[in-house]
């Protein structure tokens, strides 16, 4: 199926140059001069071997169609992480590879989506936001305006995020799966 060039998201699986390539990472570049662009960062499915790809915002990419099953997440040994079919129960595993920079968003017990093509997995879709505890926050720097201004901070599972001036260390947050932001203080 075709789809705009500016509707790739990561976890997408696109045919390109005779190949199957599961999207890792998006974003969309404006130069100063010329028009807008996707970059697209994108592993081979077959040879495991990463890429760029890029195209104009209104080129359109093939995208295939691939078998999206409800799973649950259970538990990560080594680089390995097993996954249970939802439906069917069955237990299956994947590379922490395959999942790419995403897995550190993963949590046991957690619902998602597993990409099949031809039977086997390909990628692994996340919940758009997930609640995690910050561990470590900046100080707030006195005079600093809370309307635009943020601060680093470290969240439980290693990941660096801006958070706004009021969060402190010991606070739940929902951070963005997608591109990794602070949403907002978790209820």
């Known amino acids: 199926m075709k789809i705009s060039a500016n509707s790739i998201r990561p976890g997408m699986v696109l045919d390109h140059e005779g190949k199957q390539w599961l999207v890792l990472k998006n974003q969309v570049v404006q130069p100063g001069k010329g028009g807008a662009f996707m970059q697209v960062e994108m592993r081979d499915i077959a040879g495991g071997n990463k890429s760029q790809g ?6 359109t990419v093939e995208r295939l169609d691939v078998r999206e099953i409800d799973c649950t997440y259970l538990f990560r040994e ?7 079919d939802s ?10 590879e395959l999942v790419g920079e995403q897995v550190a968003f993963l949590q046991d017990n957690m619902e998602v989506s597993v990409n099949f093509i031809e039977g086997k997995p390909v990628g692994v879709k996340l919940p758009g936001t997930v609640i995690l505890t910050v561990v470590e926050a900046d100080p707030v720097v006195k005079g600093q305006t809370a309307a635009s201004s943020y601060k680093p901070g470290l969240l439980e599972n290693g990941l660096k995020v801006l958070i706004p001036p009021f969060i402190e260390a010991g606070t739940k947050i929902v951070v963005n799966t997608e591109d990794t932001s602070y949403v907002e203080r978790a209820k």
Not at 78 to 84: C, I, Y
Not at 87 to 96: G, I, N, P, R, Y
């Open 54 to 59: 890029r195209w104009r915002t209104a080129d």
């Open 78 to 84: 080594g680089d390995m992480l097993t996954f249970m």
């Open 87 to 96: 439906a069917t129960f069955d237990q299956f595993s994947l590379t922490a």
